[in-house]
């Protein structure tokens, strides 16, 4: 009976939450610390969105916005009396479809060959070991660093005696050759990530390596190739300079060189900007379109867990 009273009078001693208000009071201001960090955290990002956001936006406004509307002080921040006249008179242009296809043609051949080159490139230095591995690495790295513009006369020089001036294949070696080193480099971390043991044990499996590559280590490159994919698209699909070196004809813009002359035929008379603005927006739709057919595919961490220790 005196062992029973003497544990609970023990455990009545023993203090509890109510008995350290201090302690309670410590919990609650850290808490509340806490939440207003990550609500100012919350704030920054939202105001660094909308700071990142607005050029995009008062394009796409702009586009639809008549010219008249846009000269119109103070200026109007919502699409209050939106028109396609501006798409409509751009998209009907007698170059806008020429530079279109020369652009998507030069872009998608110029992304097949950088993540042909690239891919092998790539394995070669990851899976193997051979003399002059180390070199040809510092090499790629040594050449992504040059100046595109110490080479500008080299290649005109190159492509003219070729006969490759305003041609979709010349100007997508440039391209090309410009591309590949980073690109290169890129894949060779994804290529790294994916454990060899992924291939050993489907060749004891029964799988040949040729099988085992096909079936276990290009599915798991696929993030790698579609993000380098993006990289190289976006590179060649922006690209300006070395084109207006390659292409002077006027027959074979790709679309920067065509905003650029759109841009300078409409300061002659006047910058109709709502033209301009529906310019640019028909220059960023492509892209929009190819970010939402390979999102879904730039992911990373697919071999997380396919190998233990």
Do not use: C, H
């Not at 043609?105 to 992304?111: E, I, M, P, Q, S």
């Not at 300079?241 to 841009?263: D, I, K």
């Amino acid at each position: 009976m005196s062992a029973t009273v003497r544990v609970r009078a023990g455990a009545a001693a023993r203090p509890t939450a109510a008995d350290r208000p201090d302690a309670t009071v410590r919990s609650r201001r850290t808490g509340v610390r806490r939440l207003a960090g990550r609500v100012l955290a919350g704030l920054v990002a939202v105001a660094v969105s909308l700071v990142w956001v607005f050029p995009v936006y008062w394009m796409l406004l702009s586009a639809l916005t008549p010219n008249a509307r846009l000269r119109a002080m103070p200026p109007t921040f919502w699409p209050s009396a939106a028109t396609w006249s501006n798409l409509r008179d751009v998209i009907t242009g007698t170059s806008f479809a020429t530079a279109l296809r020369m652009s998507l043609a030069v872009t998608g051949l110029t992304v097949l060959v950088v993540l042909g080159f690239a891919f092998l490139a790539a394995l070669a230095i990851s899976r193997f070991r051979f003399r002059g591995r180390t070199a040809f690495v510092l090499t790629v790295l040594i050449v992504q660093m040059l100046p595109a513009e110490g080479l500008f006369i080299a290649q005109y020089k190159m492509l003219s005696a070729t006969g490759l001036l305003n041609s979709v294949i010349g100007i997508s070696v440039l391209y090309t050759a410009a591309i590949v080193p980073f690109t290169i480099w890129m894949l060779r971390g994804f290529v790294e990530g994916v454990p060899a043991d992924l291939e050993e044990a489907a060749m004891i499996d029964g799988l040949s390596r040729t099988q085992a590559f096909w079936r276990i280590t290009l599915p798991l490159l696929a993030p790698g190739l579609v993000a380098s994919g993006v990289y190289a698209f976006l590179q060649a699909w922006n690209e300006f300079t070395v084109a207006l070196v390659a292409l002077p004809a006027e027959s074979a813009q790709t679309l920067p060189l065509w905003l650029r002359g759109f841009l300078a035929a409409s300061a002659n008379k006047g910058v109709d900007w709502g033209q301009v603005m529906a310019a640019s927006t028909l220059l960023a739709v492509p892209v929009i379109i190819f970010f939402l057919v390979v999102q879904s595919r730039m992911t990373s961490g697919l071999v997380s867990g396919a190998v233990k220790g």
